[in-house]
């Protein structure tokens, strides 16, 4: 029995989906527990290609018990369409279990995000829009609905009722924006409702049971730590705590059930919307990199920003999260250049800095301080084993390990499932 958290390093989009997919052959189940709508995993397996939002990976393989935990925020809409598209392609989603404790996104919760984006003038966050913010927002201000308040349609009247006029006199005085109609959000919520019931259990005590059961268990995170409003470049950041810390609050297992947690990279980083990025690289290699990588945002489709690996922040993320191993996906990327970088601090100044900055204003005016390393010029793809990459590749793996305080347990260098390369197992 093992349970696993898979826990993003950077600003996400480090192929999460990817490790998932491969660790949940041997999985029993799989939790997806943060986030909403504004995730993207895309997977390449043997039965296509796929681009995920709320459901968790593992929902690709119907053997494996998959959950959307309570620290979800949950698009009815989104979840059923991705329950559409699967079957549409064969595949059956009859092992899907929904937290009736997970949040809910309404419709006016999409509204009020983007009357809040465009009230933001020049400090717009670059948010996908999706409401995911409002509904974590409508939850802290104990405002929020639930799952389980979708099956009791009754009491939902009165209290939707309720929360549809506060949200009518918030577009009106602050945006003058129109209202909304409650007869026509109240339809559609009656809708989901009969449709999400199904799916609907108490995942705390089934994620127990399997746990007592001795069932190995991989807890799937949604964005990454710097994107954390707590940890990450705040406030370019998203809404939940993609840390370690939601893995617990966002399924209910204690901290002593987790044994390992991985922390998942990418041999560059990359983030999509503003916000700080020392490293970045623009022109000609910037674009090369985005290019090789398909640097595009799963959800919204934008260009993602691509720069050098930040072993700075990558050590910090190791901190937070107190990785046991780390994952390096994307290494093929690297293949065609003459020389590789990583930025090992920074200088301003003040001075070096050797350490993540709270204020971005200060991060955001740091330059990199470099080791360069000789490429390895040699395609990777074909490299089943640590032995069969190029040297040079090795020792780039191997230097990213020691300066960010944690050993390299797997290292992928292709989309597919099989270019995959194991040097610890985790499951």
């Known amino acids: 029995m093992t349970v696993l958290a898979v826990i993003g390093a950077q600003w996400g989009d480090e192929s999460k989906g990817k490790i998932v997919d491969l660790l949940a052959q041997r999985a029993d189940v799989v939790v997806r527990f943060q986030g909403g709508s504004n995730a993207g995993h895309t997977v390449v397996n043997t039965k296509g290609k ?48 929904i937290s009736d404790r997970a949040h809910i996104v309404m419709p006016y919760h999409r509204i009020q995000d983007q009357l809040q984006e465009q009230s933001r003038g020049e400090w717009k966050l670059g948010t996908t829009l999706r409401g995911i913010g409002p509904a974590y927002e409508d939850k802290a201000a104990r405002d929020g609905l639930r799952v389980v308040d979708l099956m009791d349609l009754e009491s939902l009247h009165e209290r939707l009722a309720y929360i549809v006029g506060q949200k009518n006199r918030l577009f009106s005085a602050v945006f003058g924006a129109a209202p909304i109609s409650f007869h026509d959000v109240f339809e559609s919520v009656r809708a989901y409702a009969d449709r999400l019931r199904p799916y609907v259990c108490d995942t705390v005590e089934l994620l127990h049971d399997a746990y007592s059961a001795g069932k190995n268990i991989i807890l799937e995170g949604a964005q990454a730590t710097l994107l954390d409003v707590e940890f990450g470049t705040y406030p370019t950041v998203t809404s939940s705590s993609p840390s370690i810390g939601t893995a617990c609050t966002g ?83 690297l293949d065609e250049f003459e020389t590789v970088k990583i930025c090992v601090g920074y200088e301003h100044d003040t001075g070096r800095i050797d350490r993540v900055p709270a204020d971005v204003n200060l991060l955001s ?32 793996i191997d230097r990213i390990g020691q300066l960010i305080g944690c050993p390299s347990a797997i290292v992928t260098v292709g989309l597919h499932r099989d270019c995959t390369i194991t040097r610890v197992p985790l499951l």
């Open 50 to 97: 796929f681009a995920l939002h709320l459901l968790p990976v593992g929902v690709l393989d119907p053997r494996i018990v998959s959950v959307i935990a309570n620290g979800v925020v949950v698009d009815p809409e989104v979840v059923l369409s991705e329950i559409a598209d699967l079957e549409a392609r064969g595949i059956p989603v009859t092992n899907l279990k």
């Open 251 to 333: 399924t209910g297992l204690p901290p002593k059930a987790i044994d390992r947690v991985v922390g998942i990279f990418k041999a560059y980083y990359s983030r999509v919307g503003n916000g700080p990025f020392p490293t970045e690289l623009s022109g000609d290699l910037g674009h090369a990199i985005r290019e090789r990588g398909g640097e595009y945002g799963t959800t919204t489709g934008r260009p993602r920003r691509v720069g050098w690996f930040d072993a700075v922040l990558g050590k910090y993320a190791a901190k937070i999260n107190g990785f046991d191993y780390c994952i390096i996906n994307a290494l093929d990327v």
């Open 365 to 396: 005016r740091c330059r990199p301080i470099y080791e360069d390393m000789p490429g390895w010029r040699t395609p990777t793809t074909a490299a089943r084993s640590f032995e069969d990459l190029p040297p040079r590749a090795q020792a780039y």
